[in-house]
């Protein structure tokens, strides 16, 4: 019989594809099936070791997977160098790391099947791996995007939700994505993990502290990010419970005004339910998995490049041609 573990990876996975909408309807699950069908073991070994030398990675690779999909779809652009035609790809806009862990898996997945798995799928999987190992649950992820070759710097800022967005902002950035306010809500789970730096929150440390913020919290981020200059920016967790566990626990700080970004604190106000959407997922691991798995299968279908449109990059950092 079935393990807990599996059990709950099977549970997950079947409320997550009840929940996905026909949004993704152009990518197919078990896509590499015949052309590569090792590609997804493959991918998740190289991740998984990644992640096991690097626990960082985890939260890495997951954020890279979104800024990809939110900024001119799921096309793997965010990957893309700087060129002489091309000085200012996304990736010069807000710096983001996992490029070098890319790479490796891209040759791993090149080294069994050459030109056959696109970037921007390897971002998927890669990011539903590191959900794996952060969060302990899987869900299948479908595949058949391919790689775009357009990148711009300019387009981040006006597709990259700020952190300093109120919950008006908040819903029609995703709204402009075709994501609800419950994927919104979901996929915000994302900051149970991982790291932000002072400049992204010390708006609400000083010059006094933001009514919302736990006091206790508050005097504890103000001691990591002192006042004064934006070249000493420090990081601190996302989470200050269990910060490499990627759960629910975000939703709980977020009841108890422990979260760092005017945004995270956004989704306790506003007139879109964020509210009450935050304490059903505060209240419920397992329903919020699927909910997290299911935004993130809508999230990457995002404007996907499907057929005969855009290519398979022998290298994810730079276009074929
Ligand atoms: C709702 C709007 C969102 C805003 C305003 C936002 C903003 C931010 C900011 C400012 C940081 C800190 C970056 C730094 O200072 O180094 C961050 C980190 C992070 N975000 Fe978001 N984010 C949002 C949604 C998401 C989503 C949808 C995901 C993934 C599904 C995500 C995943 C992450 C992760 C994993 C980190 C930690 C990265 C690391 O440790 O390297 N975020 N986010």
Not at 112 to 125: M, Q, T, W
Request: proline fraction near 5%; charge should be neutral; hydrophobic fraction near 45%.
């Amino acid at each position: 019989m079935f393990s807990r573990g599996m059990k709950l990876i099977l549970m997950v996975a079947f409320q997550a594809m009840s929940l996905i909408s026909i949004s993704t309807a152009s990518l197919q699950y078990n896509f590499y099936g015949s052309s590569c069908p090792n590609a997804e073991q493959t991918i998740s070994n190289v991740v998984y070791g990644l992640i096991d030398a690097d626990p960082s990675m985890a939260p890495a690779l997951l954020r890279l997977h979104f800024h990809d999909c939110f900024v001119m779809g799921c096309d793997a652009s965010i990957l893309l160098d700087p060129t002489k035609a091309n000085g200012s790809p996304e990736k010069t806009a807000i710096p983001l790391r996992g490029y070098d862990a890319v790479n490796k898996i891209k040759a791993a997945v090149e080294a069994v099947c050459p030109g056959k798995v696109s970037c921007a799928d390897i971002l998927a999987f890669a990011a539903r791996d590191s959900v794996a190992k952060s969060g302990g649950f899987v869900y299948p992820v479908p595949a058949g995007s391919r790689d775009g070759n357009v990148s711009s710097a300019f387009s981040v800022f006006s597709s990259i939700p700020s952190p300093f967005f109120d919950a008006g902002e908040l819903v029609q950035s995703f709204a402009a994505k075709g994501l609800t306010v419950d994927d919104l809500v979901a996929l915000s789970g994302a900051h149970s993990i991982g790291t932000a730096h002072c400049s992204g929150f010390k708006n609400r440390l000083y010059p006094t502290v933001d009514a919302s913020l736990d006091a206790s919290y508050a005097a504890a981020l103000r001691a990591a990010c002192p006042d004064g200059s934006a070249a000493d920016d420090g990081v601190v967790n996302n989470s200050p419970v269990s910060p490499a566990t990627l759960g629910n626990q975000y939703f709980k700080n977020a009841l108890a005004g422990r979260v760092l970004f005017t945004s995270d604190a956004a989704l306790l106000t506003g007139q879109n339910d964020t509210a009450e959407k935050v304490r059903e997922n505060a209240g419920d691991l397992t329903a919020w998995m699927a909910r997290f798995a299911a935004s993130m299968v809508k999230m990457g279908g995002i404007e996907v490049l499907t057929g005969a449109r855009g290519e398979v990059r022998r290298f994810c950092n730079v276009t074929n041609s």
